[in-house]
Every structure is written in structure tokens, then in C-alpha cells.
């Protein structure tokens, strides 16, 4: 279990890269050797890499732009939107969180009436910034420029202030015995709150999303209600685990 200081550590690291130890203890009043305590237990868990005088993200935790995975699939993303538009009745409350699958959603309830939106998606709320029939709620936070959202303990606490008819969730990878997973802690636990505190979570992710590689664990199958994806691997496991879990599976496929 971390402290809320070890979180707000992982948050800062995600979102501004390295951090140096001398930093760390001035900005917490705190010792050296407390902070060095602290990288230990982050980096003993696998959620932070230490080096001389610091620590940093994992090798190879880090996600590729936001920019470059916007254009991978956007045509299959385009179509799992749509669909999830569909499933979305005017006048619900939705949460809209990370990754650009999400933000395709957001495109597609662009025509939606009374919405209720709260995103921490900085492309999210920008998308619906000029439909004033949807009422936009941005999180505070802490920015990630290489993703343009905001993550931290802010973020959570502000979710926690809603429950909401529809949670739409990304995922950085998915597994058929781990369920979703993702490359951050902060992003993680973003997404954990939505889940729980939604009647309905809408997992949206396109096949690709199987053969690639996350390390922190989000939530298991079975916490989501729906997923709309564009296509399944033709793995038994993948099936079975699906079919294990009780969640819906969606697919979305024929033209735009």
C-alpha cells in the first residue's frame, strides 16, 4: 500500500520526468533519507527505476505520444465510438478518461443533448468546449504534457464527488488473465476510480491493444460491464476469460 506522499512521487516522476533526491527533500521538508525510503519501496514495487541522485520511470514504461497513437487504428477507434455513442442516452452523466479511443467517444456525443460530462482529458473537454447543450467538468491536476490529461490526487478526489450512469475507459494493454493494464500507476488509479464510481463502465480498445506490453495492473474483467472493441484474438484464452468474467462484448466492425 502506498503513502499518499509515494503517490504524489509516482505523479510528479509520470508527469515531469526524473526528480532528484535534494529536490524531493526540500519539497517535502523532509529528509534525505526518508526520500531515499521512499524511491526504495516505489522501486522494490516496479513503478519507478532509481539512478545516481534520483529516480526515474521504468525503462520503457512510458507510452508513445498521445499525437502518434491517436493516428494508429482511427479507423476502428471511429468505429467503437460511434457505437458507444449509441449506448449513451441524452441526459446521463458520463466520465470520459484516458487515451485517445476516449476521445473519439467525446466526437461522437458531440450531437448528444443534457450530457453531463467530467473528464480529466485535456483533447476531451477541448472537443466539447464549444457544445454548450453538454456541461463539461475538467479535473485539477497535475498536467502530462506527452499526454495532454491530468493525473494526481486531485483528480480522484474530484471523481469521487460524482457517480455516474457511464464510465469510458481506455486501456494501454490488455491480458486474458490480468484483464486491463496500463504503463503508469498514476493513470491506473485514475481509472480505477471511474470504475467504481459509475453504474456502467464501457472498456474501449481496439485488438491491438492485446499484443501490447503494460505492467500496472488496473482492474480485472469482471469490474467492467461492457467492452467495445473492434475485434477479438483468435485465442481460446482470450474467449474464455472474457466469457469467465461476465462482461459484454461488443463488436464493432462494418464501415464508418
Known sequence: MLSDRQRDMLTLIEAEGAQYIEQLAARYALTTQTIRRDI?????????????????????????????????????????????????????????????????????????????????NMDVALTLSDTPQIEVHMTGGIMRHNDRDVVGADVLHYFDKFYASHAVIGAGALNASKGILDYSYSEAQVTMKLVENARQQFLVADMSKWSRDASVRVVPFSDVSHFFTDALPDQDRVHKSLETSGIRVEICGGDL
Open 40 to 120: 526504495n519501496a516505489l522501486c522494490d514495487l516496479g513503478y519507478a527505476r532509481r539512478f545516481h541522485g534520483g529516480v526515474d520511470v521504468p525503462v520503457g514504461a512510458r507510452n508513445i505520444s498521445v499525437n502518434a497513437r491517436a493516428a494508429l487504428n482511427s479507423d476502428a477507434k471511429q468505429r467503437i465510438a460511434r457505437r458507444v455513442a449509441e449506448a449513451i442516452p441524452n441526459g446521463s452523466t458520463v466520465f470520459l478518461g484516458i487515451g485517445t479511443t476516449v476521445q473519439f467517444v467525446a466526437t461522437a456525443l458531440r450531437d448528444h443533448q443534457s450530457l453531463r460530462v467530467v473528464t480529466n
